[in-house]
């Protein structure tokens, strides 16, 4: 645990904040400021970046506290590159099957075992590509680390191995080993590994040139840090330990960007696919992919999207404001979290390393105060 003296000084940093002059309108949102600096002095996280897409503006974007409080201190910046953790999973996996839904080359009503021969037996003959999508398919959260011990062809020989706990269609479980298949198929259809085709179809056509898995040079250079793997401290490197173990590179994890980034991919969500005037997803597509459809829950049916949360115990970081079945989102473990709101044109990035120093950090609460707060001010 750290140190009162320790808290004290990322305190300071904390109300010193960083932010971007060009944006100015701080005021309507210094809710933000308080709660964000309250949290950091509480130890429950070591900094963070704050920005608000409102109507295609950038309305606020802030950095407050540090980086790193290990091995040295260093103050957040609003250039701070993060280990973004599950929002691979819509920001890179949902949105490349989109992209091949569009090409012709998929379904979500495929069976998984069209593209994964693996799959062509009676335990899992009725899974598709909509189950997966929507954690429904049947399949556990995360399969054995153990799993993952000998290598890639090893791991993904366990990983198709895997026989569903539950019918397909009959249970939510939000489930790794499901994005981690869909990242399979796209490699699979598309004839690209994952972070290829990441790169050059959503990132490039994009302009997200601080986006991708295994950051090197700079961009790696500028990433937060979280936790020490093997007596040293993971910063750069994905956190997370399975898609660690598979090179870096998985499609439930390994995704690294900036606030100022995935501004740009809300940007285009929120207006119906273009960017920058030109189609990079058809509105139809945007729709699909981002339409409530139900899914079981233990008291009542929850709401997902095509990649994107609505309405589930995972939705806290909609806050109080934000409409229901309507707007959308996703968090990352390692305290990151997207929720965009089409109707208003808003979008709440919240990007911390939470689980630095030493794992313990909590931004649930902190986040959904967050977008209540931005909701107050931009939904009057």
Not at 105 to 118: C, E, I, R, W
Request: aromatic share 8%; proline share 5%; glycine share 10%.
């Amino acid at each position: 645990m750290r140190s009162p003296a320790a808290y004290a000084s990322i305190l300071v940093l904390a109300l010193l904040g960083t932010s971007d002059p060009a944006c100015g309108q701080d005021a309507p949102f210094h809710g933000i400021d308080v709660a964000v600096t309250a949290a950091i002095g509480r130890g429950e996280l070591p900094g963070a970046v704050v920005l608000v897409l409102h109507k295609d503006e950038i309305v606020y974007r802030k950095a407050f506290g540090q980086r790193a409080v290990m091995p040295i201190n260093t103050l957040m910046t609003v250039i701070t590159v993060f280990d973004l953790a599950s929002l691979t999973k819509p920001i890179v996996t949902a949105t490349a099957i989109m992209l091949l839904i569009e090409e012709g080359k998929l379904n979500v009503k495929d069976k998984l075992a069209q593209h994964l021969p693996a799959f062509c037996r009676k335990e899992t003959e009725g899974v598709t590509l909509e189950h997966l999508l929507l954690h429904t398919s049947g399949f556990i959260a995360d399969n054995a680390l153990s799993d993952y011990q000998d290598g890639r062809a090893k791991a993904l020989e366990r990983l198709f191995a895997l026989n569903p706990v539950a019918a397909p269609g009959t249970k939510f479980t939000y489930s790794d080993v499901g994005y981690l298949l869909l990242g399979e198929v796209v490699e699979k259809v598309s004839g690209l590994a994952l972070d290829e085709f990441a790169r050059r179809r959503i990132f490039t056509p994009l302009g997200m040139k601080e986006t991708g898995y295994r950051p090197q040079g700079d961009v790696k250079d500028r990433a937060a840090p979280t936790e020490q793997r093997d007596g040293r401290w993971i910063q750069g490197e994905v956190h997370d330990p399975r898609a660690h173990r598979l090179g870096g590179v998985a499609g439930h994890a390994g995704l690294f960007s900036t606030a100022d980034d995935l501004a740009v991919f809300a940007r285009m969500l929120l207006n119906q696919g273009k960017h920058e005037g030109r189609a990079f997803l058809k509105e139809s597509t945007v729709r699909l992919m981002t339409a409530p459809r139900q899914v079981p829950g233990k008291k009542e049916p929850g709401l997902r999207t095509y990649g994107w949360d609505m309405l589930t115990s995972f939705s806290s970081n909609r806050g109080e404001v934000f409409p229901k079945g309507v707007s959308f989102g996703h968090t990352g473990f390692t305290g990151t979290s997207m929720w965009l709101d089409p109707p208003s044109r808003t979008a709440v990035i919240f990007l911390s390393n939470r689980v630095h120093p030493d794992g313990k950090g909590n931004v649930t609460k902190l986040r959904g105060q967050v977008a209540t707060i931005v909701g107050q001010s931009l939904l009057k």
